[in-house]
């Protein structure tokens, strides 16, 4: 016991400590005001917008972006703004196109929206694998930094933080529902603008705030050197990068844990504005990351107190800001960015859980199984059991992609959303045509070419399956998976004549009026 406090960053413990105490207590606070279903799944549509802004920040500001891509920046220099920019470029599709017929349209998630005029099963079954798969890829990133996390803060065992991470997310969300985890993300993104801003502004110091003198510092220092502001160092072929692209752009809108936040303000207008508020506060928290990335090639690199014997980053890529903020601060701020940083992971987990549970009980359970007749007591319980679950499925997939880049899998996570659920949330509120063969082909298509592709490229068929040469030789599907899922939907709802088909089409003038004024048409009859 001696020893592992005298290892123990006493700072990081305190400020940790202090932060899960309060969210407990929030939790605690929610869970006296969590009674419904819409309770549980939407905070009652009582946050307002900047509330609401803040939180979906907190929800994308995840420790995979802020391990993640400092992480790549320290490795590859420019291309790891190529994640910065992709993950902002997202905000104006869901701006323009998505959020308020979406507030409009649905209760509790994205699956309540692209049911609404076509057959509810088949929808909300293909609706609940494209949430589950995306939220397991981006749980599995969360939990990887959480492990490195500790294992450099606390000298505690890999395993032995994926379960403390896993406890305490299950605590959030049973308990308090959305109510707790917006305000424990609320919290956390305050936490974390802050502490990125202080290394940020430490780094720019240390060269008066002159910009290229610290991009000159770091050329001279990375064993790369000027090739580091080139692209083509992390993602090195066209259709690579091209993917990814399409995949950080259009996956955003697709994401089921930023979806939900849509339902948890009280109207359309509010949603517009937490997009807003959003995408000021995503936008300046990933200047950020790319100053701290440079800023720990400079640094670190060459450093003994944080690099091996063979010049490797202490931890791995991914602790670069922690080390930063170290080399920058001490103890005192080492302490304070990795408790931040660890608040990041719990709280983005949490509504990560809570997506996944929400799949399980709210479409699976409460309208594929028992055909909507189903209780308010009866779903919150699946879905507290679905919790459950969800969070030792997690903890298991963050054991076995331990030494994967957390960045690159939530990546992944983005060419899923993008090929699996924005094509059918995005033409479901547009295209009249659509029906439910469409909708159902064309999104198993996206769903099951990008898991497909996913498996046989390098990240997975070499790096984790062990085998010798990737099947499929580009990093990210999206460029393939994502006109495939659009192709099928086109071609298989143009050419469905049955009569339901016609039914849907019919139906989606009263649909595209509520979408557009939340207003003069009720819900169609599923049939």
């Given at each position: 016991?001696?020893?592992?406090?005298?290892?123990?960053?006493?700072?990081?413990?305190?400020?940790f400590?202090?932060?899960?105490l309060?969210?407990?207590?929030?939790?605690?606070?929610a869970?006296k005001?969590?009674?419904?279903?819409?309770?549980?799944?939407?905070a009652?549509g009582?946050?307002?917008?900047?509330?609401?802004?803040?939180?979906?920040?907190?929800d994308?500001?995840s420790?995979?972006?802020?391990l993640?891509?400092?992480?790549m920046v320290?490795?590859?220099?420019?291309?790891?703004?190529?994640?910065?920019?992709?993950?902002l470029v997202g905000w104006?599709?869901?701006?323009?196109?998505?959020?308020?017929p979406?507030?409009n349209l649905g209760?509790y998630?994205?699956?309540?929206?692209?049911?609404?005029?076509?057959q509810?099963?088949?929808?909300?079954?293909?609706?609940?694998?494209?949430?589950l798969?995306?939220?397991?890829?981006?749980?599995?990133?969360q939990m990887?930094?959480?492990?490195?996390?500790?294992?450099?803060?606390?000298h505690?065992?890999?395993t032995?933080a994926?379960?403390?991470?896993?406890?305490?997310?299950?605590?959030?969300v049973?308990?308090g529902g959305?109510?707790?985890t917006?305000?424990?993300?609320?919290?956390?993104?305050?936490?974390l603008?802050?502490?990125?801003?202080?290394?940020?502004l430490s780094?720019l110091a240390?060269?008066n705030?002159d910009?290229?003198?610290?991009?000159?510092?770091?050329?001279a220092t990375?064993?790369k050197?000027?090739?580091?502001m080139?692209?083509?160092?992390?993602?090195?072929?066209?259709?690579?990068?091209?993917?990814?692209g399409?995949?950080l752009?259009f996956?955003?809108?697709g994401?089921?844990?930023?979806?939900?936040?849509?339902?948890t303000?009280?109207?359309?207008?509010?949603?517009?504005?937490?997009v807003?508020?959003?995408t000021?506060?995503?936008?300046?928290?990933y200047i950020?990351?790319?100053i701290?990335g440079f800023g720990?090639?400079i640094f670190?690199?060459?450093?003994?107190?944080?690099?091996?014997?063979?010049?490797?980053?202490?931890?791995?890529?991914?602790?670069?800001?922690?080390q930063?903020?170290?080399?920058?601060?001490?103890d005192v701020?080492?302490?304070?960015?990795?408790?931040?940083?660890f608040?990041t992971?719990?709280?983005?987990?949490?509504g990560?859980?809570?997506a996944g549970?929400?799949?399980?009980?709210?479409?699976?359970?409460?309208?594929v199984?028992?055909?909507?007749?189903?209780?308010e007591a009866?779903e919150?319980?699946v879905s507290?059991?679905?919790?459950?679950?969800?969070?030792?499925?997690?903890?298991?997939?963050?054991?076995?992609?331990?030494h994967?880049?957390?960045?690159?899998?939530?990546?992944l996570?983005?060419?899923?959303?993008?090929?699996?659920?924005?094509?059918?949330l995005?033409?479901s509120m547009?295209w009249?045509?659509m029906?439910?063969?469409?909708?159902?082909i064309?999104?198993?298509?996206?769903l099951?070419s990008t898991?497909?592709?996913m498996?046989?490229?390098?990240?997975?068929?070499?790096?984790?399956?062990?085998?010798?040469?990737?099947l499929?030789?580009y990093e990210?599907?999206a460029l393939?998976s994502?006109p495939l899922?659009?192709?099928?939907?086109?071609?298989?709802?143009?050419?469905?004549?049955s009569?339901?088909?016609?039914?849907?089409?019919?139906a989606?003038?009263?649909?595209?009026?509520?979408a557009?004024?939340?207003?003069?048409a009720?819900?169609?009859v599923?049939?």
């Amino acid at each position: 016991m001696s020893t592992f406090f005298t290892q123990l960053n006493l700072t990081a413990a305190l400020i940790f400590i202090g932060f899960v105490l309060v969210t407990l207590m929030i939790t605690r606070w929610a869970a006296k005001r969590t009674r419904t279903t819409r309770d549980f799944y939407s905070a009652g549509g009582q946050i307002t917008g900047f509330q609401n802004g803040l939180a979906i920040a907190g929800d994308y500001m995840s420790a995979a972006s802020f391990l993640g891509i400092s992480g790549m920046v320290f490795l590859s220099g420019f291309d790891g703004l190529l994640y910065s920019i992709g993950f902002l470029v997202g905000w104006p599709i869901i701006l323009l196109l998505i959020a308020e017929p979406l507030r409009n349209l649905g209760r509790y998630n994205f699956s309540d929206v692209v049911s609404f005029r076509f057959q509810q099963k088949p929808i909300r079954v293909l609706a609940a694998c494209g949430s589950l798969a995306t939220v397991l890829l981006y749980l599995i990133a969360q939990m990887v930094g959480a492990g490195k996390l500790i294992e450099v803060l606390f000298h505690l065992p890999y395993t032995s933080a994926i379960a403390i991470v896993g406890v305490l997310m299950i605590s959030y969300v049973m308990f308090g529902g959305m109510l707790a985890t917006t305000w424990v993300q609320i919290i956390k993104a305050v936490l974390l603008l802050a502490g990125a801003t202080i290394i940020a502004l430490s780094v720019l110091a240390s060269f008066n705030f002159d910009m290229t003198a610290l991009f000159a510092q770091a050329t001279a220092t990375h064993p790369k050197g000027s090739t580091i502001m080139e692209p083509g160092g992390m993602v090195k072929d066209p259709i690579s990068a091209v993917s990814l692209g399409l995949a950080l752009m259009f996956g955003t809108a697709g994401l089921p844990h930023i979806l939900m936040r849509f339902f948890t303000v009280k109207d359309a207008k509010q949603a517009n504005r937490s997009v807003l508020y959003a995408t000021g506060f995503i936008g300046y928290f990933y200047i950020l990351t790319f100053i701290i990335g440079f800023g720990a090639i400079i640094f670190l690199t060459g450093s003994p107190a944080y690099t091996d014997e063979k010049g490797a980053l202490l931890g791995g890529s991914n602790m670069a800001a922690i080390q930063l903020a170290h080399a920058l601060g001490g103890d005192v701020l080492m302490g304070f960015i990795s408790a931040v940083a660890f608040a990041t992971i719990l709280a983005v987990v949490s509504g990560l859980t809570l997506a996944g549970a929400s799949a399980i009980s709210h479409d699976l359970y409460a309208r594929v199984f028992r055909h909507g007749q189903a209780s308010e007591a009866e779903e919150i319980r699946v879905s507290k059991g679905a919790t459950v679950l969800l969070g030792i499925l997690a903890m298991l997939l963050g054991i076995a992609f331990e030494h994967q880049n957390v960045a690159f899998m939530v990546g992944l996570a983005f060419a899923i959303a993008a090929s699996a659920n924005f094509p059918v949330l995005l033409l479901s509120m547009y295209w009249k045509k659509m029906t439910t063969r469409g909708a159902v082909i064309g999104g198993t298509l996206g769903l099951l070419s990008t898991i497909i592709l996913m498996v046989l490229s390098k990240t997975i068929w070499v790096n984790v399956l062990g085998f010798d040469q990737a099947l499929f030789p580009y990093e990210y599907p999206a460029l393939f998976s994502m006109p495939l899922a659009f192709f099928g939907i086109w071609f298989f709802s143009r050419t469905d004549n049955s009569a339901s088909a016609k039914q849907e089409r019919e139906a989606f003038d009263a649909q595209y009026i509520r979408a557009q004024t939340g207003l003069g048409a009720e819900k169609p009859v599923s049939h």
